[in-house]
């Protein structure tokens, strides 16, 4: 009975794992997106923020400048994000309808 329900319930595991590990592999790529886009925009405003430490701003709130900068691009995407995933998958859609019709 075990190895029956074992054997019936295996192709959906395997699914699931994949699915998962997949998952895991999207979040680190995303990870490293952001942490990328970090980097380049503290880069960008370096001689900002040196300026603003010299002219006696504290370190936390110069800190506080740029993960409010970090927040915002990643807002931003998170409210675009989903409109561009249906507008391309919609396109896609047509694209295959059309491909189909012209067989």
Known sequence: MTQLL???VGQERFEAVVTGMLAILAMLLAATGIFGVTVFLVTER??????RLALGANVARVVRVVVLDDVRWIASACLAG???????????TALRAAAYATE
Do not use: I, K, N, Y
């Open 6 to 8: 074992s054997e019936s």
């Open 82 to 92: 989903p409109f561009l995933t249906q507008a391309f998958v919609q396109a896609g």
């Open 46 to 51: 370096t001689r900002e923020m040196a300026v």
